[in-house]
């Protein structure tokens, strides 16, 4: 089973209105520097357990491309994880996200979860069309980022697609 993994949003939350977001610190730290992107302190590296504990094969799907790996993975205590690299498209933008046909690409008929703060109901229905295995959008409050009702959400999902 794969799981697709956006950043920002998902790991990284952004645009609350107070802004008032926690900073984890990890002991030791990891050989990243999280000086290297400004806003890595505010990333719950208990999140990389948490994900590995999915047991799905984790993938990024996220802007970061391999610079997710080199700073993100170590600070989550995450290995090294493929990551989707983005076709060079100038079509004209539609309804549905511009990730959604790359990832069912890239999944290649697998089912996969994918985590985003920005999917919509045109992205499901597309997906759902378009794909023959089980899939789950599970769109993530990018002011809050993952949340404990977003993994029972994912976990029951899996724990259904694997029967």
Excluded: Q
Aim: proline letters at 12%; one cysteine or more.
């Amino acid at each position: 089973m794969l799981l697709f993994l956006d950043v920002d949003g998902p790991l990284l939350p952004f645009g609350a209105a107070d802004r008032a977001y926690p900073v984890y610190h990890r002991d030791p730290e990891p050989d990243s520097d999280p000086a290297g992107h400004p806003l890595l302190h505010r990333v719950d590296p208990a999140l990389g357990r948490r994900l590995l504990s999915l047991n799905c094969e984790l993938v990024w799907a996220t802007t970061w491309m391999d610079d997710a790996n080199a700073g993100l993975a170590p600070w989550l205590g995450l290995p090294p994880l493929p990551v989707v690299e983005w076709p060079d498209e100038d079509e004209p933008p539609d309804l549905l996200h511009w990730k959604t046909r790359p990832l069912v690409a890239w999944a290649a008929g697998r089912p996969f979860v994918w985590i985003d703060d920005e999917l919509t109901e045109a992205d499901r229905a597309w997906v759902a069309v378009h794909h023959p295995r089980p899939a789950l959008l599970h769109r993530v409050d990018h002011r809050y980022g993952l949340t404990d009702a977003d993994f029972t959400t994912v976990r029951e999902w899996l724990d259904r697609a694997r029967c």
